[in-house]
């Protein structure tokens, strides 16, 4: 089966930096992603890992760890509109490549 | 606009009755899948296609519901016998798996549900 844990909440000052991790267990990791969705809204795609190490994206970058099944997004220079559910989702090969997610992050941006 | 189209987007049924959910997906991708989705918590899955092959449907859906796309293209998503608990943000979200594409899902805007 898969497990995938990440904080439930979180909160940080407007121009500073917030890590959100994300630990998963899965027996047929095929890649990690990082989503983020604004309340009331579906969510959009931020961020892949397929292999270890960083990917940079602009003020968002995502680390991958595949032997510790540890995952963070990292956001920086934060804005108001950052505001927002930030969901880690694991691809599982196991069956068919189905996506499963996390039960989100909630960050909360402050001025 | 090209996007994913979920129609209706909202719902309100009594206990009891029959609902139905259309998703139709980026025309060039051939993934589709199904979630469903509280407040305050992640997507679940539900049920996953690859063109018009359902290739997985989670323990957790009882056999209430039922998925299929016809010809690998739209899908819709039934509820039989609706309960309380159905209710709920019912996501669609297509990929294209190929190649060095990532496979990210792209997400219609959601049907929501409400049974009274």
């Known amino acids: 089966g898969q497990n995938i844990d990440q904080p439930t909440e979180m909160t940080a000052t407007e121009g500073a930096i917030v890590q959100i991790n994300c630990t998963y267990q899965t027996s047929g990791f095929n890649g990690l992603f990082w989503y983020q969705q604004h309340a009331g809204e579906a969510p959009t795609f931020l961020s892949y890992n397929v292999l270890d190490g960083l990917e940079e994206k602009g003020r968002f970058s995502s680390f991958l760890s595949r032997s510790k099944g540890y995952s963070y997004l990292l956001l920086k220079e934060l804005q108001m509109k950052d505001s927002a559910s930030y969901l880690c989702a694991v691809r599982d090969r196991t069956g068919g490549f189905k996506t499963i997610f996390g039960a989100g992050t909630r960050l909360f941006v402050k001025a | 606009d090209t996007g994913v189209s979920q129609n209706p987007r909202h719902k309100i049924t009594k206990r009891g009755q029959n609902v139905t959910f259309r998703c139709d997906p980026i025309s060039e991708h051939n993934r589709l899948y199904w979630y469903r989705q509280t407040l305050g918590q992640g997507p679940e899955f539900l049920t996953y296609?690859?063109?018009?092959?359902?290739?997985?449907k989670s323990r957790l859906l009882s056999d209430r519901f039922s998925a299929e796309r016809p010809k690998g293209s739209f899908s819709t998503l039934e509820i039989q016998r609706t309960e309380q608990g159905d209710s709920a943000m019912y996501l669609c979200a297509s990929s294209f798996s190929g190649g060095s594409n990532t496979g990210e899902l792209f997400f219609g805007e959601g049907s929501r549900l409400t049974v009274l």
């Open positions: 296609f690859q063109n018009e092959a359902q290739l997985e």
